[in-house]
């Protein structure tokens, strides 16, 4: 995240990681990462990347221009990074606009995730190309732990605009909202 935070690009951890943050802890085999980054900002990361991190340079080149997905792999770790380029969007906009910055260890080391109404509304997009099941759990642990705080018309009128309205609402009522 270093080399992203030295060529100025706004991100944020997203994921099953942002959901057992926000939900139930669960574990997951690779780190999920969305951001804005044009161009430009991606060769400053890519020439900041640490050597030992397996990448396409082309593929990440790429995601930053029209949005998508690049693959990190760590060689010393195993550690797998999904770097998403958002789509340039009102809704992916307002996702990190809205990242949290969140503790993560003893040390008050900290880094940013998507609040806990993105997860939910990006878990039930994904959930639609997908099918998975996984994606559902996800999202309802979130609304189960926060169901106390979230913004529910936030959700509600961005869930309206991804077209998952109606996922949004059978969620909720399964979580006996």
Same mark, same amino acid.
């Given at each position: 995240?270093?080399?992203?935070? *030295?060529?100025?690009?706004?991100? #944020? ?5 942002? +959901? ?27 020439? #900041?990347?640490?050597?030992? /991190? /397996? ?17 990190? &792999? ?16 009102? /809704? /992916?906009?307002? =996702?990190?606009?809205?990242? *949290? +910055?969140? &503790? ?10 998507? +609040?806990?109404?993105?997860? &939910?509304?990006? *878990? ?17 642990? =979130?609304?189960?732990?926060?169901? *106390? ?14 077209? &998952? ?9 399964? #979580?006996?909202?």
């Amino acid at each position: 995240m270093s080399a992203l935070e *030295k060529a100025g690009v706004n991100y #944020a951890v997203t994921g099953s990681i942002a +959901s057992s943050i926000h939900g139930e802890p669960l574990s997951s085999l690779d780190v999920d990462i969305c951001c804005n980054a044009n161009e430009a900002q991606m060769r400053e990361v890519i020439d #900041a990347l640490p050597q030992h /991190y /397996y990448r396409s340079d082309d593929a990440l080149i790429a995601a930053s221009r029209g949005g998508g997905m690049a693959n990190l &792999i760590s060689m010393e770790n195993a550690l797998k990074v999904d770097l998403t380029v958002l789509k340039n969007t009102p /809704y /992916y906009h307002q =996702v990190l606009l809205r990242k *949290k +910055s969140t &503790i993560v260890d003893d040390d008050q080391n900290t880094i940013w995730t998507v +609040s806990p109404e993105d997860i &939910i509304l990006m *878990k039930l997009e994904w959930r639609v190309s997908t099918q998975s099941q996984k994606q559902w759990d996800n999202a309802l642990s =979130v609304v189960r732990t926060q169901r *106390k705080s979230l913004d529910f018309e936030y959700m509600r009128r961005w869930a309206t605009e991804l077209k &998952i309205a109606d996922d949004l609402e059978r969620l909720l009522t399964e #979580a006996g909202i």
